[in-house]
C-alpha cells in the first residue's frame, strides 16, 4: 500500500515561512518517477506548485511561487521538501503531495489526473 504522509503546515502572517514534508513509503521506486506539491484553496482547482522529475533531475515551478517557493528531495528517504519564503494570503490552501512512477513532461507534471499516488494534505493558512 502506498502512503504519502505530508507535514509541516500551519498558520503564519504574511512574509512569514513554512517548510512542508513529504514522506514517501510502501513501494519501490521506479527508474523514472515525478514527485509534486499541488495546492487546492476552497472554491478553487487544484493546481502545480513544483515539480521534481527523476530524469533530467530539474524542479519546474509555478509561476506564482518562483523565487519564494524551493523544492528539494531526499533520495535516501524518499522523501521531498517544499520551504515556503515570503508566504502570502494568497498561499492559503491545502497542500499536497503526489507522485508517480513515470518522468513526466514539463507540462504534464501540472496535471493531476497524471499521479496515481496522493497524500491526504496538509493546511496552509497566511494571515495578512
Known amino acids: 500500500q502506498v502512503r504519502l504522509v505530508e507535514s509541516g503546515g500551519g498558520s503564519v502572517q504574511a512574509g512569514g515561512s513554512l517548510r512542508l514534508s513529504c514522506v514517501a513509503a510502501g513501494y519501490t521506486r521506479s527508474k523514472y518517477w515525478t514527485m509534486t506539491w499541488f495546492r487546492q484553496a476552497p472554491g478553487k482547482e487544484r493546481e502545480g506548485v513544483a515539480s521534481?522529475?527523476?530524469?533530467?533531475?530539474?524542479?519546474y515551478y509555478a509561476d506564482s511561487v518562483k523565487g519564494r517557493f524551493t523544492m528539494s528531495h531526499d533520495n535516501d528517504n524518499d522523501a521531498v521538501y517544499l520551504e515556503m519564503n515570503s508566504l502570502k494570503p494568497e498561499d492559503t490552501a491545502m497542500y499536497y503531495c503526489?507522485?508517480?512512477?513515470?518522468?513526466?513532461?514539463?507540462?504534464?507534471?501540472?496535471?493531476?489526473?497524471?499521479?496515481?499516488?496522493w497524500g491526504q494534505g496538509t493546511q496552509v493558512t497566511v494571515s495578512s
Open positions: 521534481f522529475v527523476s530524469d533530467d533531475r530539474r524542479t
Open positions: 503526489a507522485t508517480d512512477n513515470r518522468a513526466l513532461g514539463p507540462l504534464a507534471v501540472w496535471s493531476p489526473p497524471n499521479y496515481g499516488y
